[in-house]
């Protein structure tokens, strides 16, 4: 069974940065996409970036030009650079996996609180 650890969520004040990772048991490359998902108090969890086994990142368009998804193949772990966090930005953020085209795997995730 494949496992996604999350780490790196905190508390951090508007404006600022955090990094999360997210460490597979498995290759990466054994994936088609991975990606991050969060959810947020009392809101549905919404897909915030993904990045394709050829690199391909997209990301939705409230973190577009914020967040920088990547993944270190070698490490076998996923990242989410988080710059300029906003209140809203506060969520449980989730990793995920994919061999086809549906979520296979999943983190327990991480909790990030952005303050004012």
């Known amino acids: 069974q494949v496992q996604l650890v999350e780490s790196g969520g905190g508390l951090v004040q508007a404006g600022g940065s955090l990094t999360l990772s997210c460490a597979a048991s498995d290759s990466l490359t054994s994936f088609n996409l991975m990606g991050w998902y969060r959810q947020g108090p009392g809101k549905q969890r919404e897909l915030v970036a993904s990045?394709?086994?050829?690199?391909?990142?997209q990301y939705a368009y409230s973190v577009k030009g914020r967040f920088t998804i990547s993944r270190d193949n070698a490490e076998n772990t996923l990242y989410l650079q988080m710059n300029s966090l906003k209140r809203e930005d506060t969520a449980v953020y989730y990793c995920a996996a994919a061999r086809g085209n549906t979520w296979d795997y999943w983190g327990q995730g991480t909790q990030v609180t952005v303050s004012s």
């Open positions: 990045i394709s086994s050829g690199g391909i990142a």
